[in-house]
């Protein structure tokens, strides 16, 4: 399991519900990239945690993965990077994201804990 606490919520990360999209960045994330990015510190680094089947819980909400981009694991690791999209339908997941179900945009504040299970 990996736990991880939002620090940061990027001033443009509401505009991406529509999309049902959340982009994950860790801590040294660029001024740039902090606006599209809910900033999050790991209380341990993860290692190959995003796998097929697999659980991401914002709070109480938890997400299944359906896909995980062939650079997923690599980005999470090292930059705590990670594109995740909230559908219901399985199609070409980017190298660096992942697709979890069921579909909807969960609701976060500074402070909350993500985990991936």
Do not use: W
Not at 69 to 95: C, K, M, T, W
């Amino acid at each position: 399991m990996v736990k991880t606490k939002i620090i940061e919520i990027g001033s443009m990360v509401p505009a991406f519900e529509e999309e049902q999209l959340i982009i994950l960045f860790g801590p040294k994330a660029t001024a740039e990239l902090r606006d599209i990015c809910l900033i999050h510190e790991f209380e341990d680094t993860p290692k190959d945690a995003l796998k097929v089947g697999g659980k991401i819980k914002f709070g109480d909400q938890e997400f299944t993965i359906d896909e995980v981009g062939s650079q997923a694991n690599a980005n999470f690791e090292e930059l705590g990077h990670i594109s995740i999209y909230f559908r219901n339908e399985v199609g070409d997941v980017l190298p660096g994201a992942i697709i979890v179900s069921p579909g909807g945009f969960p609701k976060f504040e500074v402070g909350d804990t993500i985990e991936v299970l």
